[in-house]
């Protein structure tokens, strides 16, 4: 976090905005507390990690807070920097955890004991194009974050979207909203016009939208018709997960829009590109002949290893030349006038993002769910071989 920020600040109707250090790039998350007949609600404790927790410590020190005066745990969703610190702060201060059903489901559907979820993400990753080396890094990755969310909390209360929730000296209806994470909650106090955004509206950056296997099949959309619910709510004063407190709700629900609007029409002008660049590379009536069937697609994996083979054994040259060549021509057949994801996502978000698993995550998420969102209003054709032919995802531009 910057020095120059400070790690709380009071802000109107004594709600305080305590900002968390978060060890990547989102610099810090805000966490919330509001006091009530309850004693304290906190919205959103943070990431699990040892600067936090001294954050915490200092925090309610300064404010004269103790550990038994927190009435409430309150989380937006489940994502580790809102979600890691509910257990330790519940087994601190006896506070019961409230958050939506979807959002217990996937903290322990993604860091739970035994959980395979990071294996299939990986995998699903893969399948999407992206090399098994820089799979690996975001495996490895997901693992690491498992400490920083752990204890999960051992007492939880479910709250539905439109349920009121009386906390911090208010009625705060919870607002149901999809796209960023599964179950995700605002909370509205209609009588102030003040709403906890948590990470569904932010101000100066916009919220990753994650695709991931078994999830929801087109986040992008459902994120959009989220905002287009949200547009119609009266706010005042937004409260987000990340950055500082905001007055100008409605334009920055319009402007978020507008990003998603724009990216979908700049990844169509790149669909076209990548699916022309690698027509190019093919040779054109072979591609013709045997693009998109699934034997040329097992043929070419198949060429494949023997073109390796041939690679390696250099007393063999013409005859690994020959079969090399026929790779080549094959493959390319096989992705001639298509693309995959991990390509799009290098294009979208520069080479900058492969050296660090955590933004290459939400690079390949971010992207797979704009991808999706363009193959449901059939601007792209998803073709999917199957798993015995490698199970590869493609994106085809359709005609005209
Ligand atoms: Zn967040």
């Given at each position: 976090m910057r020095d120059s920020q400070p790690l709380w600040t009071r802000r109107m109707s004594g709600i305080v905005q305590l900002r968390l250090p978060l060890p990547f790039a989102l610099k810090w998350v805000n966490a919330y507390l509001l006091r009530g007949e309850e004693g304290w609600t906190v919205v959103d404790p943070g990431l699990r990690t040892e600067e936090s927790e001294a954050a915490w410590e200092i925090v309610m020190d300064e404010l004269g807070i103790g550990w038994s005066d927190i009435g409430r745990i309150v989380l937006t969703h489940y994502h580790p920097d809102h979600y890691g610190?509910?257990?330790?702060?519940?087994?601190?201060?006896?506070?019961?955890?409230?958050?939506?059903?979807?959002?217990?489901?996937?903290?322990?559907?993604?860091?739970?004991?035994?959980?395979?979820?990071?294996?299939?993400?990986?995998?699903?990753?893969?399948?999407?194009?992206?090399?098994?080396?820089?799979?690996?890094?975001?495996?490895?990755?997901?693992?690491?974050?498992?400490?920083?969310?752990?204890?999960?909390?051992?007492?939880?209360?479910?709250?539905?979207?439109?349920?009121?929730?009386?906390?911090?000296?208010?009625?705060?209806?919870?607002?149901?909203?999809?796209?960023?994470?599964?179950?995700?909650?605002?909370?509205?106090?209609?009588?102030?016009?003040?709403?906890?955004?948590?990470?569904?509206?932010?101000p100066d950056i916009t919220p990753n939208i994650g695709w991931m296997p078994d999830g929801d099949p087109d986040p992008l959309g459902s994120y959009l018709s989220s905002l287009a619910r949200m547009a119609a709510i009266e706010v005042d004063t937004a409260f987000p997960g990340h950055r500082e407190p905001f007055a100008e709700y409605g334009r920055r629900v319009a402007e978020l829009r507008d990003h998603h609007a724009r990216r979908l029409a700049r990844m169509a002008e790149l669909a076209e590109e990548l699916a022309i660049r690698s027509a190019d590379t093919s040779d054109a009536g072979d591609a013709r002949a045997v693009a998109a069937t699934v034997d040329a697609a097992s043929a070419g994996a198949a060429s494949m290893d023997q073109a390796s083979v041939?690679?390696?054994?250099?007393?063999?040259?013409?005859?690994?030349?020959?079969?090399?060549?026929?790779?080549?021509?094959?493959?390319?057949?096989?992705?001639?006038?298509?693309?995959?994801?991990?390509?799009?996502?290098?294009?979208?978000?520069?080479e900058r993002v492969l050296g660090n698993p955590h933004n290459l995550r939400f690079a390949m998420a971010e992207t797979i769910a704009h991808l999706e969102r363009m193959a449901l209003s059939g601007m792209l054709i998803r073709e999917t071989e199957p798993a015995s032919a490698g199970g590869q995802v493609y994106y085809r531009p359709t005609e005209g």
């Open positions: 610190l509910a257990g330790w702060l519940q087994s601190r201060t006896g506070a019961e955890v409230y958050l939506s059903e979807t959002a217990a489901l996937y903290a322990h559907r993604l860091w739970g004991e035994g959980e395979t979820f990071s294996a299939s993400l990986a995998g699903a990753f893969r399948a999407h194009g992206l090399p098994e080396t820089l799979s690996g890094g975001v495996l490895a990755h997901l693992e690491s974050v498992k400490r920083q969310v752990l204890p999960h909390p051992a007492r939880t209360r479910i709250i539905r979207a439109g349920d009121k929730l009386s906390f911090g000296g208010a009625e705060w209806e919870a607002v149901g909203g999809e796209g960023h994470a599964p179950g995700h909650l605002a909370f509205y106090d209609r009588d102030r016009r003040m709403m906890l955004c948590g990470d569904q509206v932010l041939g690679a390696a054994s250099m007393d063999q040259a013409s005859a690994g030349a020959a079969s090399m060549e026929a790779s080549v021509r094959m493959n390319a057949a096989g992705s001639a006038g298509r693309f995959q994801s991990f390509a799009m996502c290098e294009t979208l978000f520069g």
